[in-house]
C-alpha cells in the first residue's frame, strides 16, 4: 500500500499555497519515485505518494493561474482528520484546514512567523523569504531536478503575487533571484507586466460579493486578547472599492459577530500608489488606533507603504492584543 501524503496550503487558500502544495508534490514524487514496478513485497512496505490539496475553493487569479499552465486544481481536503499531511504556506493552526489537530503532519514548508508546537521532531523549514514557492523553487535548482516551463510559469506567477512584483517588504534577493531563473525556464520575458495581468485579475471585484471579497484572502489570528480576521485584497486602483465601502464594512460587522472575532479587518492595498485603506470592525476602536498608529475616520483610515500584512500589519495587531 501506498502511503498517501497530502501537502496542503491553508484556508482561503491563495495562489502561492495552491502553487507550492502542487509543485512540492510534483518535487517529493521525483525524489522518491513511486515503487511503480516493484513487487508485492516492496508493495507491502509501502512507498510515499505525495498529493497537492488545497483547504478550500481556489480565487479568481489561482483559478486562472492553473487554466493558463494547464494544472488542473487540486483535491479540496476540507478535514485532516487521520490524514499524513505535510503543511506548506502556513505553520499556525488557526489557519489550516479543520482537524489538523488529529493529522499526521510530517513536514512543515513555510514563510511566515512561527506559531506551532508538535509532539514530534519533524522537517520544518521556514525562510523569510517573499513566498514558499521561492522555497520549493530553489530546492529544485539545488537538486539539479528539471522544472519544466508550466511548472516554473504557475511557480514564478504566485511569487509575483505573494512579493506585490516584487514591491512588497517581504521580497528578499533570493526572490527576486528566483523570478528571474522562473521567467527565463517559463519563457515570461517581461514579467512584470505579467504581474500586472494577475493583479488586474485579482482586483477585478465587480462580480463578486462584499462577502467573498473580504474571503478571498483572509486569515484568523488567536491572539491572547481574542480572534482577529485579517482580509486583504489588491488593487490597481483603489477607486474601484469606493462604492464598495460601506457594504464591505457591514460585512465586516457581520462577520465580527457571527463569529465571534474581537476585531475583522480589510485592507484594500492599491499597488500602484502603494498603500492601503483599512476597514475596521472592531469591538475596542481605541486599542487598534494604538497598534496601527493612527486615528479611524469612520471605521476607515489610508496608510501609505502599508502593504504587507505578514510584514506590516500582523505584527502591528499581535504587539496589542498579543500581551
Ligand atoms: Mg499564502
Ligand atoms: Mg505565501
Ligand atoms: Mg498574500
Known amino acids: 500500500m501506498l502511503n498517501k501524503i497530502y501537502i496542503i496550503g491553508h484556508k482561503s487558500p491563495d495562489l502561492d499555497s495552491v502553487a507550492a502544495a502542487i509543485s512540492y508534490a510534483n518535487f517529493k514524487n521525483r525524489r522518491s519515485p513511486l515503487p511503480r514496478d516493484c513487487g508485492e513485497a516492496e508493495m507491502q512496505s509501502g512507498g510515499e505518494e505525495y498529493l497537492p490539496a488545497s483547504a478550500g475553493a481556489m480565487n479568481k487569479e ?80 539545488k537538486n539539479n531536478l528539471e522544472l519544466n516551463k508550466n511548472l516554473a510559469g504557475l511557480m514564478l506567477a504566485a511569487i509575483l503575487v505573494d512579493t506585490v512584483i516584487t514591491k512588497s517588504p517581504t521580497c528578499t534577493e533570493n526572490d527576486k533571484i528566483i523570478i528571474e531563473k522562473l521567467a527565463g525556464i517559463a519563457d515570461i520575458k517581461h514579467w512584470q507586466e505579467f504581474g500586472m495581468e494577475i493583479f488586474k485579475i485579482r482586483s477585478s471585484a465587480s462580480e463578486l460579493s462584499d462577502a467573498e471579497i473580504i474571503k478571498s484572502d483572509f486569515k484568523d489570528f488567536n491572539f491572547k486578547q481574542g480572534k482577529f480576521g485579517i482580509g486583504q485584497v489588491e488593487t490597481v486602483d483603489l477607486n474601484n472599492f469606493a462604492d464598495r465601502k460601506n457594504g464591505l464594512m457591514d460585512e465586516l460587522n457581520k462577520l465580527k459577530n457571527s463569529e465571534n472575532y474581537h476585531s475583522v479587518i480589510l485592507f484594500i492595498t492599491d499597488i500602484i500608489k502603494e498603500g492601503s485603506e483599512f476597514l475596521v470592525a472592531t469591538n475596542d476602536q481605541e486599542k487598534v488606533e494604538q497598534a496601527l498608529g493612527v486615528k479611524l475616520d469612520n471605521n476607515k483610515v489610508y496608510i501609505k507603504g502599508v502593504i504587507s500584512r505578514k510584514k506590516q500589519v500582523a505584527p502591528k495587531f499581535a504587539g496589542v492584543f498579543d500581551e
Open 62 to 141: 489561482t483559478v486562472f493561474a492553473l487554466e493558463k499552465f494547464g494544472f488542473e486544481a487540486p483535491e479540496i481536503l476540507k478535514n485532516a482528520d487521520g490524514k499524513k499531511v505535510i503543511l506548506v504556506d502556513h505553520n499556525e493552526f488557526a489557519q489550516a484546514a479543520d482537524g489538523v489537530e488529529n493529522a499526521e503532519i510530517i513536514e512543515v514548508l513555510d514563510h511566515h512567523k512561527v506559531d506551532f508546537k508538535y509532539s514530534e521532531p519533524i522537517v520544518f523549514d521556514v525562510r523569510p523569504w517573499g513566498a514558499s514557492c521561492s522555497i520549493i523553487a530553489e530546492k529544485y535548482f
